[in-house]
């Protein structure tokens, strides 16, 4: 087998409310709606219900999910479990997906839009160890302002 880099087709990303993070990620980021949220049933009838349970396991009940696109075409599936629990503290160390990166041609403007938007707030106050989220925004913007003055 030949080795080449494989493109990146999608990320599950697990979130505490899909309608609200599929707000946030319209809204905000621009992605696309592909698939609203949907509940899906742990059941072995149909192809779905059987690979989730091949995936899950047994026991889950149900989940929500919700099918997003970015603008370069890379999937998010946004999944809400039903026995979701936010973690005390936010331990980096800890081996998961941690952050993902986007970008953007107008920075300032895509920081202003997370700052408007109300969903930032109960980040910043859910992990009050993590740098305020204004804060590092604003330096994010006063960083490139500096530089694009030089």
């Known amino acids: 087998m030949n080795n080449y880099p494989r493109t990146f087709s999608h990320?599950?990303?697990s979130v505490s409310d899909v309608e609200k993070a599929v707000d946030f990620y319209s809204k905000?980021?621009?992605w696309y709606l592909i698939m609203k949220p949907t509940v899906i049933t742990e059941e072995s009838e149909t192809p779905i219900g059987q690979m989730c349970i091949d995936v899950f396991g047994s026991g889950w009940g149900s989940f929500k999910i919700a099918h997003m696109s970015t603008g370069d075409k890379i999937g998010i599936e946004v999944f809400e479990f039903i026995n979701?629990?936010?973690?005390?503290?936010?331990?980096?160390?800890?081996t998961s997906t941690f952050h993902f990166c986007v970008q953007d041609p107008d920075i300032e403007g895509l920081v202003?839009?997370?700052?408007d938007h109300r969903s930032w707030r109960k980040t910043a106050h859910a992990y009050p160890r993590i740098l305020p989220w204004r804060e590092?925004?604003?330096?994010?913007?006063?960083r490139r302002s500096i530089r694009s003055h030089i």
């Open 11 to 13: 990320i599950g990303i």
């Open 28 to 30: 905000v980021m621009g």
């Open 84 to 94: 979701n629990e936010k973690p005390a503290d936010f331990e980096y160390w800890k």
């Open 136 to 142: 590092t925004l604003q330096n994010v913007l006063r």
């Open 112 to 115: 202003k839009k997370i700052i």
